[in-house]
């Protein structure tokens, strides 16, 4: 009897231990299994989080885009060529009678680009309102009519002066801002957003044999007052120069691309002084011709319509209708990129144009002369 009573104990000791290692290990699986999760899982946020993680996101976007563009706006400054006295609100005429417009500030010295509509002409004088306030006293020191651009010097330092785009690289659709004094003072730097509709536009002027080409095309609302006042990317960088509005149709305006100002803009700031070398010609490019000749097919190259007798093509064995292929070695298509090379020369420098007459070609040898 003794015997089976030990027996029997022996036997639930084991069971009881078998059952304890059997705890022991279920324990060992769920802490590893535990373990394992909070290590390797991905944290779930609430609703509330992830709406208030995006929120937080679009706030600091919004916040740097207006930070970008006050900045800009503190560039931009109102030109006339009366000084400004009373509420030009209630002039209907007001740009005309005051010559209101915008304008620029390119440097820290008091380069300013604006329109050749809105400052005059070179030797000119203007005056140019800040964005504190103050007004000063404006000297056109350049200005070209086929381009609609002039830059005004005032005599002042510390500017804050807007970064420059490459008008090259822009594209359709890209995000724009304009910026202006749309109807005079009282509406100065007015804001308005939209994008680009166009690139390369060629418009013709009124009823006049003039053109402009190379334009961007903008829905950004641009009213007679933001004549030369900036274009801007998403960065804050100005990419063109406001300066023609289609009155026929809604949401169509114009502005010239920034980049053929870069090497006019290089030599004020480096020599203070800019002497502009002058070829002699009205060209068109290919976009212009089919204006001018339906007839004419030309697919490269700038045309040549006008010879000046004051330039140092006259007399020089080449003619009207002649096609400019390449200036020294570097090819044209478009009449801003010939300004754009000659910007680079000085007057009297020599430079090699290959021609086309017909299927033949030639190369000349100028001597480029001086504009006053």
């Known amino acids: 009897m003794y015997y089976e009573n030990r027996k029997d104990k022996n036997k639930d000791k084991i069971t009881l231990i078998l059952l304890l290692t059997l705890i022991v290990i279920l324990l060992c699986i769920v802490i590893i299994k535990l373990d394992y999760s909070e290590n390797n899982s991905i944290p779930i946020s609430t609703d509330y989080e992830i709406n208030k993680l995006s929120t937080n996101a679009e706030s600091k976007v919004e916040k740097e885009a207006v930070e970008i563009i006050e900045n800009a706006v503190k560039s931009v400054v109102g030109i006339s060529k009366l000084e400004q006295n009373g509420n030009s609100i209630f002039l209907s005429?007001?740009?005309?009678?005051?010559?209101?417009?915008?304008?620029?500030?390119?440097?820290?010295?008091?380069?300013?680009?604006?329109?050749?509509?809105?400052?005059?002409?070179?030797?000119?004088?203007?005056?140019?309102?800040?964005?504190?306030?103050?007004?000063?006293?404006?000297?056109?020191?350049?200005?070209?009519?086929?381009?609609?651009?002039?830059?005004?010097?005032?005599?002042?330092?510390?500017?804050?002066?807007?970064?420059?785009?490459?008008?090259?690289?822009?594209?359709?659709?890209?995000?724009?801002?304009?910026?202006?004094?749309?109807?005079?003072?009282?509406?100065?730097?007015?804001?308005?957003?939209?994008?680009?509709?166009?690139?390369?536009?060629?418009?013709?002027?009124?009823?006049?044999?003039?053109?402009?080409?190379?334009?961007?095309?903008?829905?950004?609302?641009i009213n007679e007052g933001n004549s030369g006042g900036a274009l801007i990317n998403s960065l804050g960088e100005l990419i063109g120069i406001n300066t023609v509005k289609i009155n026929e149709a809604e949401g169509i305006g114009f502005a010239v691309p920034i980049n053929i100002i870069k090497p006019i803009l290089e030599k004020l700031i480096s020599s203070g002084k800019f002497e502009e070398a002058y070829l002699g010609i009205y060209g068109y490019d290919k976009e212009v011709i089919p204006y001018l000749n339906s007839n004419l097919d030309i697919t490269s190259g700038i045309y040549i319509a006008t010879i000046l007798p004051d330039g140092p093509l006259f007399n020089k064995d080449i003619i009207i209708s002649d096609i400019i292929c390449k200036i020294d070695d570097v090819e044209v298509n478009k009449m801003n990129d010939l300004r754009k090379y000659i910007y680079t020369k000085a007057p009297r420098e020599k430079v090699k144009l290959t021609i086309r007459r017909g299927n033949q070609e030639f190369v000349k040898e100028i001597e480029l002369g001086y504009k006053n």
């Open 93 to 221: 005429d007001s740009e005309q009678k005051l010559g209101l417009g915008s304008g620029v500030i390119l440097s820290e010295n008091g380069y300013i680009l604006t329109n050749q509509h809105v400052a005059g002409n070179k030797y000119g004088n203007c005056f140019v309102t800040l964005d504190n306030g103050t007004t000063h006293n404006g000297t056109v020191i350049w200005a070209d009519s086929n381009l609609d651009l002039a830059i005004v010097k005032i005599t002042a330092n510390q500017l804050n002066y807007i970064n420059l785009a490459d008008s090259d690289k822009i594209s359709l659709a890209e995000e724009v801002y304009a910026i202006g004094n749309p109807i005079g003072i009282e509406f100065q730097r007015t804001v308005t957003k939209g994008i680009i509709s166009g690139i390369d536009r060629t418009i013709k002027l009124g009823d006049t044999e003039s053109y402009m080409e190379d334009l961007i095309q903008t829905d950004a609302t």
